[in-house]
């Protein structure tokens, strides 16, 4: 990816994608129209009016504003202390005595409720929308050279000197302070989708910062100070200015992109809504435009590039074929994967089959620009800054998921996951919480609920294959922990199981339900992540783990395809690695039911990760003759006798409760047997799990096998030689005689009666009902 650049004359702001304004020491004013590429002068500025800055009304805070609309009004501060609201007309509104000497920088919130100017005063203040004082943030001894929003608008960032300042505007709380550079600090940036903040300074190096001042990346010295920096909209990328330099870096602060203009300091910098083009006011009176172009997708055989602005190039290195693909309008996103091309232009989405590249399905795009595409098996993922919509392939809306206060133009891959029949979404006002959708129907799935976690949720996925009633989520919390649950939970309280800590990246297969993850020095791939609800024992064995030393250092994990994992250096270059094929041929012998096959690829492998995983698989689709073969061959003895004596139960409801008791799901096992009738069982469950308690309660509210339940607590606490304590055991034992050879009567005829029940199979049964299904993956 780099940037395609073109010099014109004057100096920078944009308002809409193909509209930018520029103010500059000749006092004027003027706007570029960039479709015929005309100038105008907007406005003529008092001769002892130098401008410092100038930051256009947010787009997205202002009300029923469609995709051709711009911002109606942009404040411009000055060196003569003040700042001056200005109409897209020409017409100023307002201008304030703001600091005592220039006014250095003035920023929007995102919300649009306030303006922060900062000046050589060293004071930040904070203003309404209409240009009244509301609070003096603030108040330093050095210029502040630089400030920032907090996504949420309600901290500012600013700079003093070598140090970074995050202040809440409350005026109890108290600020955040870090060193952050060698040198002055001249120009910061805080992203409202990444939250991540930016810093360039003179000591020559730009910074990416977490919210909490953690440094994540710091470049290396440049030739001159960094005098500019700016996130794209969406936060995948970012710019750098310089004397004579505009880099293009990505998110994580390796470069894309090194461009030599002779365009003297860059010394601020603006990107277009869609983050296509980027601005800059450059030292010699001019303005530098730059195109990102060059941007390269790749899935399996295919290779997409924009080669320019309207153009895609599509490359099949099986046989060299190529094609281009021109369009209308400017490409904003374009994603490849399951056998599409999705791409968005300012106006329209084109989805293009790989099977054929000439007859693309297009329809016309409603609002704004495309911040996010996401694809599945099924459909695909739209988000512009007013909503987030699922299509079909063939280009039609299946649904628009929606949750009270949701904001669409935060939202970034992180914090949206998709499948084949479901949507999930972090919310942004409590990053604790995460909403999941039918994709069907873009109705909350489960209980109505959403997923509720007790910290901050950083980062979700869902798995690609299997039933909708099956279906994971994956998430990694701020403390850096991978966690695991099922999607859609009916009146039972859920489980979320965690899987392993201080996680950087996951990712899901696109093939079968194998989970990959980065973590300090290793990648992690459970070759079958469900194993933790059928048995928790055997996760651990598979697992398997590879140490990423030869990836250099902190390598990121961007994609899992097939036996394929896709990881990229710290200095942004992709390699390729692989794990063994045998566990994705598992998951499709018992996705097809085909458990012979399954047996003799293990034996033929003769790895005990792959016998476990088909322990898992078999245990959860119930073929009892396969789990006890797995469970065998990793030497499983317990689990073997435990199956075995399953199998020798003649009621299959009796044997689905037992399968459920090997899952671990007790509350499950008792309510099949109540279900099916099987009062009798459910008390000896309970007799046999010590939960003394409720096989009284159900013996008494049956009113049956009292004495059965009397009887094996008495013999259960003669054998610790211990008194009865309980109370309601001590009050049913005066009235109940405990008879063991009449007990021992009842509990037979239970038995028979089991062993006459229409659904009894006795010791033949090779696998459980109900278990037909096999696995779906």
């Known amino acids: 990816m780099r940037f395609k650049t073109t010099l014109q004359k004057d100096c920078v702001g944009w308002t809409s994608p193909d509209e930018v304004y520029s103010a500059a020491d000749d006092h004027r004013i003027i706007k570029?129209?960039?479709?015929?590429?005309?100038?105008?002068?907007?406005?003529?500025?008092?001769?002892?009016?130098?401008?410092?800055?100038?930051?256009?009304f947010p787009k997205s805070a202002q009300a029923?504003?469609?995709?051709?609309?711009?911002?109606?009004?942009?404040?411009?501060?000055?060196?003569e202390g003040k700042f001056h609201l200005i109409s897209r007309t020409g017409r100023t509104e307002k201008s304030v005595e703001a600091h005592k000497g220039a006014v250095l920088c003035g920023r929007w919130s995102y919300d649009g409720t306030a303006l922060v100017t900062a000046g050589e005063d060293g004071q930040v203040k904070i203003w309404s929308?209409?240009?009244?004082?509301?609070s003096t943030l603030t108040q330093n001894s050095i210029p502040v050279y630089g400030i920032a929003w907090s996504p949420d608008s309600d901290q500012v960032l600013f700079t003093n000197g070598r140090q970074l300042v995050i202040k809440p505007l409350q005026a109890?709380?108290?600020?955040?302070?870090?060193?952050?550079?060698?040198?002055?600090?001249?120009?910061?940036?805080?992203?409202?989708?990444?939250?991540l903040i930016l810093s360039g300074a003179e000591d020559?190096?730009?910074k990416v910062w977490d919210i909490y001042g953690r440094q994540l990346y710091s470049s290396s010295s440049h030739d001159y100070p960094i005098t500019s920096v700016s996130w794209t909209p969406d936060g995948e990328m970012f710019a750098i200015g310089s004397f004579n330099t505009l880099r293009l870096c990505d998110r994580s602060g390796w470069s894309y992109a090194l461009e030599k203009p002779n365009t003297g300091s860059i010394f601020s910098l603006a990107w277009s809504s869609d983050g296509t083009q980027v601005a800059g006011a450059c030292g010699n009176g001019q303005v530098i435009f730059a195109n990102v172009i060059e941007r390269r997708l790749e899935w399996k055989n295919f290779e997409a590039t924009v080669t320019a602005s309207k153009q895609i190039h599509i490359r099949n290195v099986m046989n060299d074929a190529t094609e281009k693909l021109d369009f209308r309008d400017r490409?904003?996103?374009?994603?490849?994967?399951?056998?599409?091309?999705?791409?968005?232009?300012?106006?329209?989405?084109?989805?293009?089959?790989?099977?054929?590249?000439?007859?693309?399905?297009?329809?016309?795009?409603?609002?704004g620009s495309v911040t996010l595409i996401k694809q599945a098996e099924k459909h695909f993922l739209l988000v512009d800054g007013t909503g987030v919509y699922v299509f079909s392939y063939d280009g039609r809306l299946v649904c628009t998921p929606r949750y009270p206060g949701m904001k669409a133009d935060i939202l970034n891959q992180q914090t949206i996951a998709l499948s084949s029949d479901t949507v999930a979404i972090r919310d942004k006002s409590d990053e604790k919480v995460v909403y999941v959708f039918d994709a069907q129907t873009g109705k909350i799935m489960g209980d109505g609920k959403p997923i509720t976690h007790k910290v901050e949720v950083m980062d979700i996925g869902l798995d690609q294959c299997g039933i909708t009633a099956e279906r994971k989520i994956t998430f990694i919390d701020k403390n850096r922990d991978l966690f695991l649950t099922s999607v859609r939970i009916f009146g039972t309280e859920r489980k979320i199981i965690k899987l392993a800590n201080m996680i950087q990246s996951h990712a899901w297969n696109d093939e079968t339900n194998m989970l990959a993850a980065m973590t300090d020095g290793k990648l992690l791939v459970w070759y079958y992540p469900n194993a933790v609800f059928v048995d928790k024992d055997l996760l651990p064995k598979t697992l398997f783990e590879k140490d990423t030393s030869e990836?250099?250092?902190?390598?990121q994990l961007i994609d899992f395809l097939g036996s394929h994992l896709i990881l990229r250096r710290s200095e942004g270059s992709l390699v390729y690695t692989s794990v063994s094929p045998y566990p994705l041929v598992l998951h499709r012998h018992a996705m097809n039911n085909k458990w012979n096959d399954a047996v003799r690829l293990c034996r033929f492998v003769k790895e005990e990760n792959v016998w476990a995983c088909l322990a898992a698989m078999a245990t959860y689709a119930k073929d009892?003759?396969?789990?006890?073969?797995?469970?065998?061959?990793?030497?499983?003895?317990?689990?073997?006798?435990?199956?075995?004596?399953?199998?020798?139960?003649?009621v299959k409801e009796a044997r689905n409760a037992e399968m459920a008791l090997l899952y671990g799901n007790q509350q499950d096992a008792e309510a099949i047997l109540l279900q099916a009738g099987l009062i009798f069982r459910a008390i000896m469950l309970n007799i046999q799990l010590y939960n003394w308690d409720r096989a009284l309660e159900l013996a008494v509210k049956h009113k049956t096998h009292v004495d059965t339940v009397l009887g094996h607590r008495q013999k259960f606490l003669a054998r610790f030689d211990k008194p009865e304590t309980n109370k309601r055991y001590l009050q049913y034992r005066e009235g109940v005689e405990i008879d063991w050879a009449s007990i021992n009567s009842k509990v037979e005829m239970e038995y028979q009666k089991e062993r006459e029940r229409p659904s009894g199979g006795g010791s033949s049964s090779t696998a459980v009902s109900g278990g037909s299904r096999g696995i779906k993956t």
């Open 624 to 650: 009892l003759n396969t789990a006890e073969i797995a469970y065998a061959a990793i030497q499983e003895a317990d689990k073997v006798q435990f199956i075995i004596n399953i199998k020798e139960i003649p």
């Open 32 to 56: 570029w129209n960039l479709m015929n590429n005309e100038t105008s002068v907007l406005l003529e500025l008092p001769k002892d009016c130098f401008p410092t800055s100038m930051h256009w």
């Open 129 to 134: 929308r209409s240009g009244m004082l509301r």
């Open 331 to 367: 490409v904003i996103k374009c994603v490849l994967g399951f056998g599409h091309l999705v791409v968005a232009t300012s106006t329209q989405c084109y989805i293009y089959s790989t099977k054929n590249w000439n007859t693309p399905v297009i329809f016309d795009l409603k609002e």
């Open 551 to 555: 990836f250099g250092k902190d390598p």
């Open 204 to 206: 020559k190096r730009y």
């Open 172 to 195: 109890s709380a108290k600020p955040q302070m870090w060193k952050a550079h060698e040198g002055i600090i001249l120009s910061v940036d805080w992203n409202a989708v990444n939250n």
């Open 64 to 79: 029923g504003v469609g995709k051709k609309a711009g911002s109606d009004v942009f404040a411009l501060t000055s060196t």
